[in-house]
């Protein structure tokens, strides 16, 4: 409704397939809460057609832009200017145009994963020692995020274990300063015994993918735990380590949170990741 007035402020979110986003709603729901006259689009943009995109969403008039997908590397190569966290992840989830129509980068997932943190209990600047599962896009800054935020030992485990290697010397290499462990994946549930937090941020665990096999037994009973895989919203590692008494944290949150900095930079107002918000996308990705 608001978009037909002609003069709604545009944003939208970047991908391929873009159909199972849940951003459109996370925005849409904002945007009615806060009256802003404006709208949030989801772009199925064509492989080879990235550039050519942000061209046409800059003469548009586009304040900027969610990228997911494949092409949060993409994005990184094409601002003109990025934040700390894109710089260190490498990958540019959220655009923001500026006067001379460039889009500047950030990576908001890294903030949204240490608010995610916070609002579950769990503050980053106090970890000792985090073990991470996976090695991917995620994993990358997570590992980037943790280890600005103060934690000072970051235990990564990976099944390609050379992946884990590259992220590790490329954080180092970038100026993040942490001591990083590298371990098999086979040994993911012997490193519990000395770590404060466990974060999967591999798909295991994932509606429709394999389990996510790890024996919670040794880990100290103050850990906490993160899955940021969010369908189901309570994964079955989520579930374990809540019986077995540990603080969890779902990775909705983290989507949710990620969401802040974009719309605030797109439409002027910081939104309230609220419990309200957080039940509608909940009941998006698992409907009764
Ligand atoms: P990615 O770059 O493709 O990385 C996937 C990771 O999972 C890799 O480390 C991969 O290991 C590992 N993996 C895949 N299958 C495995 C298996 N069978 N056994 C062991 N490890 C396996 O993906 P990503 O972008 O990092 O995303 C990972 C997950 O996080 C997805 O489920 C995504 O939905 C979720 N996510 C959530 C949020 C949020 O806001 N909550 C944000 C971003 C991502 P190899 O290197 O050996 O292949």
Not at 30 to 39: F, N, P, R, S, T
Not at 159 to 186: C, N, P, Y
Not at 212 to 234: G, R, W
Request: with cysteine; hydrophobic share 45%; glycine share 12%.
């Amino acid at each position: 409704m608001a978009a037909q007035t002609g003069k709604a402020m545009l944003a939208g979110v970047i991908g391929r397939p873009v159909g199972h986003s849940l951003s459109p709603a996370l925005h849409e729901y904002w945007l009615k809460k806060y009256g802003i006259d404006g709208a949030y689009i989801p772009l199925d943009v064509p492989e080879g057609a990235f550039n050519d995109v942000l061209k046409t969403l800059s003469l548009l008039g586009f304040r900027g832009a969610n990228v997911t997908i494949p092409y949060k590397e993409q994005a990184f190569a094409a601002v003109s200017g990025m934040d700390e966290m894109a710089r260190i992840s490498g990958a540019v989830n959220t655009l923001v145009r500026q006067e001379n129509g460039n889009f500047y980068g950030k990576n908001t997932d890294i903030p949204g994963f240490l608010e995610n943190l916070r609002t579950g209990d769990v503050a980053p600047e106090k970890l000792r020692h985090a073990a991470i599962l996976g090695a991917g896009g995620a994993a990358r800054g997570i590992a980037a995020g943790l280890a600005m935020a103060g934690c000072p030992e970051i235990t990564l485990l990976n099944r390609t274990r050379e992946k884990a290697e590259i992220l590790a010397q490329t954080l180092m290499e970038k100026g993040v300063s942490a001591i990083f462990h590298i371990k098999d994946w086979e040994a993911r549930t012997e490193i519990l015994g000395g770590i404060d937090l466990l974060v999967n941020t591999t798909q295991l665990g994932m509606l429709g993918q394999m389990p996510l096999e790890i024996d919670l037994a040794t880990l100290p009973a103050a850990a906490a735990v993160c899955d940021i895989v969010y369908n189901p919203l309570v994964t079955p590692l989520l579930k374990d380590a809540a019986a077995r008494g540990h603080k969890t944290v779902e990775g909705l949150g983290m989507l949710l949170h990620q969401a802040v900095p974009g719309f605030e930079a797109w439409f002027g107002v910081k939104p309230e990741v609220t419990g309200e918000l957080h039940d509608i996308i909940a009941a998006m990705i698992a409907p009764c």
